[in-house]
């Protein structure tokens, strides 16, 4: 028989049917030693940044510390975690567990982990404040260059103070946000700190009566002349803020509890003795229960305006309370304009702090005690 007339075919190599995994093997080797060497950098430059922040008076400690995440980020997890901020008072702050994580895809942002109860003394002294969480979540966009935002999130949030014999929280929440940056412009000797603070079901009766029902919060903000953030008296810091020039601009507030909505915007700061100035625009749904809160109500029954309505009671029983029942709506007229907000009727009205006394419109509910 005559041979085929096709050439045989050389022997396949079969060495380079593992040729790829030959590289994914250098490769993942490689990226191991890249990793390792990131994380050695890693705890070279966190003692560094610990010796400067101690230097600056913010002393940070760990009874345990460990480098993971490997093999794509960067991951510190301090345990017995401890901050110390030097000041008038000095504070310290201690955590069970601080987790904080770098992706090596995206070294500029931080990402924290916190394990709670957060116990705020002075050092060797007991706790003054302790709070605490279901999670908490914190991120920082900007390092090592800059700030450009922070961000921390709780839910579930509690403060408590140990000194109440109840131990009762002064303050609950079921979710905290908290944003900031810096406005485009602004320098470290003229900061401006664009900040929005939301709430959701906040609750703090302890702290005032009109808090003591669930409130919803959406506040967007504006700071100017904050630059110092170390621990210090609050007379000595709101006194150094307004030798600053400092106020705030609210760009937008809205608040809610219950059926009572509050819309507002408007500027704030101190005068040279420490007393809130400045305007607010605000306009509330269910003005009349905001009335009742402010005892705007009861102005009506005391005074000369009261005294007239008892001697309209005299001369024929009855006839004062239907006085009194017409005056309400000359009271709203006279607190703002009536309109819609959300769809619901509202009543759009001045609020105006003038050295700490308070208004709303054209009444003085109230009196803020100076700040310093």
Known sequence: MSQSAFPVSAPRRRWLLFLPFALVLLLAAAWTGVWFYAAARAEAEIAVWRERERQAGRAQDCASHSIGGYPFRIEVR???????????????????????????????????????????????????????????QASVRG????VERASLALVEPTVR????????????ARRLELHGRPVAGSTADNPFVETALRLEAAVADKLHPLAAKPIDADIAAILRGVNDISPKPWAARFREWQARDGQIEITKARLAQEDVIAVGTGVLKLTPRGGLDGDLKVTVVGIEKVLKMFGIERMMSEGQIGATFNALDRLMPGLGGIARQSAAPGLVAALGQRTELEGKPAVAFPMRFVDGAVFLGPFQVGMVSPLF
């Open 78 to 136: 301090c345990g017995g975690a401890s901050f110390e901020l030097r000041g008038r008072p000095t504070l310290q702050l201690k955590l069970p567990l601080a987790v904080v994580a770098v992706q090596v895809y995206d070294p500029k942002l931080l990402i924290g982990e916190f394990t709670g109860p957060l116990e705020i003394s002075e050092p060797g002294g007991p706790p003054a404040g302790i709070v605490n969480w279901t999670s908490a």
């Open 143 to 146: 390092l090592p260059a800059g």
């Open 161 to 172: 103070d140990p000194s109440i014999a109840a131990n009762d929280a002064v303050f609950r």
